[in-house]
């Protein structure tokens, strides 16, 4: 009837359709079957740092991983193949700034309709949601270790201290000159080496709540690098630049200490012909998903910078992973930086870690910033 709506709104016209398009967040772009870009989304320009015009006419190739491209031809032809087909599929792209981000999405095959004639590949952006998801991996096995490591280490250490006891015994009865003296040096230097192993290991286990203290990060960072400095030798240079007003943050001093002791036994290693260590200290207010797996607040952060050879991304996804190491067999345990992460989480902070071959290492620490007067972390 005249005047008379049924309620159903009219389906959207052309103009429509392109503005959902034009202002959608989604990435969206129409390939070709040989992967040529024939149109891309404003926020796919957005997403690359390349304009849509650049964009055009470039191979998709051209923005994907190596390691991933095989899989999206393959996934390309598959759909391309077959009419309305719909093929999922997860890949890093490269951005213009040469940083890789993790893709997830589809492509569907609208070849057959004149407006498109070709594959539309829909995806987004999840590299934040892949790192959360891989510090839970982590902290989940971080758990389990800790556990493992709680329940054998002070039976091990009881254990390691009578057979050290019992050496240095053996070796003050054997006059000098024997030849068993030398071995039961061995002896003892193998089992301390043992005995500071299962250290490591007790550094998994939650640590004791008297020994965190309202710390000044500020001295903490002066007192290493005055002890590091002769420990890394003359070719590796400690620089600091520590803030005037920076909060306190409630930690076990010994264990902070660890954990910059290792990141700089990691850099020495990684600087083999001398470099510079820089170490940056700073008050930091972090909102939400500023930092993944940071809750909202105040932060005291600590950057630790090397400029070392650097990791490949395969490494650096790993390189907090328990007994995960790129040394030789017997040069390292893999459990240094595992410990250090575990450290800094047991106090709610975390770590983070960006890194390119040939470009150096850069670490930053995030501890909350305590208020001593009520023990509360500042909130955001």
Same mark, same amino acid.
């Given at each position: !009837?005249?005047?008379?709506?049924?309620?159903?709104?009219?389906?959207?016209?052309?103009?429509?359709?392109?503005?959902?398009?034009?202002?959608?967040?989604?990435?969206?772009?129409?390939?070709?079957?040989?992967?040529?870009?024939? *149109?891309?989304?404003?926020?796919?320009?957005?997403?690359?740092?390349?304009?849509?015009?650049?964009?055009?006419?470039?191979?998709?190739?051209?923005?994907? =991983?190596? +390691?991933?491209?095989?899989?999206?031809?393959?996934?390309?032809?598959?759909? =391309?193949?077959?009419?309305?087909?719909?093929?999922?599929?997860?890949?890093?792209?490269?951005?213009?700034?040469?940083?890789?981000?993790?893709?997830?999405?589809?492509?569907? &095959?609208?070849?057959?309709?004149?407006?498109?004639?070709?594959?539309?590949?829909?995806?987004?952006?999840?590299?934040?949601?892949?790192?959360?998801?891989?510090?839970?991996?982590?902290?989940?096995?971080?758990?389990?270790?800790?556990?493992?490591?709680?329940?054998?280490?002070?039976?091990?250490?009881?254990?390691?201290?009578?057979?050290?006891?019992?050496?240095?015994?053996?070796?003050?009865?054997?006059?000098?000159? &024997?030849?068993?003296?030398?071995?039961?040096?061995?002896?003892?230097?193998?089992? +301390?080496?043992?005995?500071?192993?299962?250290?490591?290991?007790?550094?998994?286990?939650?640590?004791?709540?008297?020994?965190?203290?309202?710390?000044?990060? &500020?001295?903490?960072?002066?007192?290493?690098?005055?002890?590091?400095?002769?420990?890394?030798?003359?070719?590796?240079?400690?620089?600091?630049?520590?803030?005037?007003?920076?909060?306190?943050?409630?930690?076990?001093?010994?264990?902070?200490?660890?954990?910059?002791?290792?990141?700089?036994? &990691?850099?020495?290693?990684? !600087?083999?012909?001398?470099?510079?260590?820089?170490?940056?200290?700073?008050?930091?207010?972090?909102?939400?998903?500023?930092?993944?797996?940071?809750?909202?607040?105040?932060?005291?952060?600590?950057?630790?910078?090397?400029?070392?050879?650097?990791?490949?991304?395969?490494?650096?996804?790993?390189?907090?992973?328990?007994?995960?190491?790129?040394?030789?067999?017997?040069?390292?345990?893999?459990?240094?930086?595992?410990?250090?992460?575990?450290?800094? +989480?047991?106090?709610?902070?975390?770590?983070?870690?960006?890194?390119?071959?040939?470009?150096?290492?850069?670490?930053?620490? *995030?501890?909350?910033?305590?208020?001593?007067?009520?023990?509360?972390?500042?909130?955001?």
């Amino acid at each position: !009837m005249p005047g008379v709506h049924s309620g159903a709104a009219p389906p959207p016209d052309g103009g429509q359709f392109r503005a959902l398009i034009e202002y959608s967040s989604e990435i969206i772009a129409i390939l070709d079957a040989s992967g040529a870009i024939r *149109y891309a989304s404003p926020a796919t320009g957005r997403f690359l740092g390349i304009s849509p015009e650049e964009l055009s006419g470039k191979s998709i190739a051209e923005l994907v =991983h190596p +390691e991933d491209l095989n899989a999206v031809m393959e996934t390309l032809r598959k759909a =391309h193949r077959i009419r309305g087909a719909v093929e999922p599929l997860q890949w890093r792209a490269r951005r213009q700034d040469g940083s890789w981000r993790a893709l997830r999405g589809v492509m569907r &095959n609208l070849v057959h309709l004149e407006a498109v004639a070709g594959v539309v590949l829909i995806a987004r952006d999840i590299t934040n949601r892949k790192r959360v998801e891989g510090q839970l991996r982590h902290a989940q096995r971080a758990a389990v270790l800790g556990q493992l490591a709680g329940g054998v280490a002070h039976e091990l250490s009881n254990v390691l201290s009578i057979v050290l006891c019992y050496a240095e015994i053996a070796a003050d009865a054997v006059e000098a000159g &024997n030849p068993l003296r030398a071995d039961l040096g061995e002896i003892l230097g193998a089992t +301390e080496r043992a005995a500071g192993l299962v250290g490591q290991f007790l550094s998994l286990s939650s640590p004791p709540p008297d020994s965190q203290q309202y710390v000044d990060l &500020n001295q903490l960072v002066e007192n290493t690098i005055h002890t590091l400095a002769p420990i890394l030798g003359h070719r590796i240079r400690m620089t600091s630049v520590l803030s005037d007003d920076l909060g306190k943050v409630k930690v076990d001093p010994a264990q902070v200490d660890q954990v910059l002791l290792n990141l700089s036994l &990691n850099a020495r290693d990684a !600087m083999p012909f001398g470099g510079q260590i820089r170490i940056e200290t700073g008050n930091v207010t972090c909102a939400s998903h500023t930092v993944p797996g940071l809750e909202p607040g105040d932060y005291v952060r600590l950057t630790f910078n090397d400029s070392g050879q650097g990791m490949d991304e395969r490494t650096r996804r790993r390189i907090f992973d328990p007994f995960f190491t790129t040394k030789a067999r017997g040069k390292g345990t893999g459990l240094g930086l595992s410990i250090a992460y575990s450290i800094i +989480e047991q106090v709610g902070g975390t770590i983070t870690v960006e890194s390119e071959l040939a470009k150096g290492t850069t670490f930053q620490i *995030y501890l909350p910033r305590i208020d001593e007067a009520s023990g509360l972390q500042s909130a955001a």
